[in-house]
């Protein structure tokens, strides 16, 4: 069992930046893949990034590549998600979710096993 909790939304105008964080407690969380995860008002969840239980390998949805970086330190079990230029669309509940390692990176919400509360992130126009 993993139990993860997101912090760092918020409020941020266009243009800014906020870095998620995402800590794990329960089992070793370098045995786990991460993901993170939104899901704005009426939509589905979306993947937004994913990383390699070592950090070595990560995976971005197109709409977020060049603006953010996931990244991990398995000393302090914790996983980040740095937004740069944020936009107005990038609004959402935003989910921390964790999976076996031996099932490889993924983007499909349904194969992650665990997931923390999401955090709110707002960004004004």
């Known amino acids: 069992q993993v139990e993860l909790v997101e912090s760092g939304g918020g409020l941020v105008q266009t243009g800014g930046s906020l870095r998620l964080s995402c800590a794990a407690s329960?089992?070793?969380?370098?045995?786990?893949?991460a993901g993170w995860f939104r899901q704005a008002p009426g939509t589905d969840r979306e993947f937004v990034a994913t990383?390699?239980?070592?950090?070595?390998?990560?995976y971005y949805a197109d709409s977020v590549k060049g603006r953010f970086a996931i990244s991990r330190d398995n000393v302090k079990n914790t996983v980040y998600l740095q937004m740069n230029s944020l936009k107005p669309e990038d609004t959402a509940v935003y989910y921390c979710?964790?999976?076996?390692?031996?099932?490889?990176?993924?983007?499909?919400?349904?194969?992650?096993?665990?997931w923390g509360q999401g955090t709110q992130v707002t960004v004004s126009s």
């Open positions: 979710a964790a999976r076996r390692l031996e099932l490889g990176l993924g983007t499909l919400a349904r194969d992650y096993e665990y």
């Open positions: 329960g089992r070793t969380f370098s045995t786990y893949v």
């Open positions: 990383i390699s239980w070592s950090g070595s390998n990560t």
